[in-house]
Antibody, heavy 115, light 108 residues
């Protein structure tokens, strides 16, 4: 059974970079696309981006200029960097398997952007 | 970008009632690229339906999905207590993948 676990700071200052890692167990990161999705408190789901270990990526155009994705097959992890954050980036961030119909999700990690 | 509009925003029903949730797309979506998720408070979303009409693992038979093109429906024939949650549709056939705004099914 595939399990995903997000990790990273829960508090980030405005204008700094949000960095999160998703550790995968029960599957190889080389076997699937991996997606980041976020959910502001009390709101709906927003797609951020997805990546494959070969470097193939897709981004939400609204976030593309600030997002970097990476996959580390040696650690079976994939990562998200979101630059120049503002309070509007405060959300629960989820990692998920696949580039749609995500059958496995991490539990989510709340990231608050505040000074 | 394909915009998904879910209606109603909130559905107030009683256990045993029938729930009909709508997801309308601004452009045609292949039914193989349409999914539904269930989310309960404090939990990650759970894949509920894929390919528009295929139940994900563990989803009971009282749940069904249908639709094609721009109109998709999730139906729960007889609501059980565990069905009260928020439901999201998602399309992933066109970049960027998008989610609907969600329908909350609450106890009346």
């Amino acid at each position: 059974q595939v399990q995903l676990q997000e990790s990273g700071p829960g508090l980030v200052k405005p204008s700094e970079t949000l960095s999160l890692t998703c550790t995968v167990s029960g599957a190889s990161v080389k076997s699937y696309y991996w997606t980041w999705i976020r959910q502001p408190p009390g709101k709906g789901l927003e797609y951020i981006a997805y990546s494959y270990h070969t470097g193939s990526t897709d981004y939400n155009p609204s976030l593309r200029s600030r997002v970097t994705l990476s996959v580390d097959a040696s650690k079976n992890q994939f990562s998200l960097q979101l630059r120049s954050v503002t309070a509007a980036d405060t959300a629960v961030y989820y990692c998920a398997r696949g580039r749609g119909a995500h059958g496995a999700w991490g539990q989510g990690t709340l990231v608050i952007v505040s000074s | 970008e394909i915009v998904l509009t879910q209606s109603p925003g909130t559905l107030s029903l009683s256990p045993g009632d029938r729930a009909t949730l709508s997801c309308r797309a601004s452009q045609s979506v292949s039914d193989t690229n349409l999914a539904w998720y269930q989310q309960k408070p404090g939990q990650a979303p759970r894949l509920f339906m894929y390919d528009a009409s295929n139940r994900a693992a563990g989803v009971p038979a009282r749940v069904s999905g249908s639709g094609s093109g721009t109109d998709f429906t999730l139906t729960i024939s007889r609501l059980e207590p565990e069905d009260f949650a928020v439901y999201y549709c998602q399309q992933f056939g066109s970049s960027p993948l998008t989610f609907g705004g969600g329908t909350k099914v609450e106890i009346k």
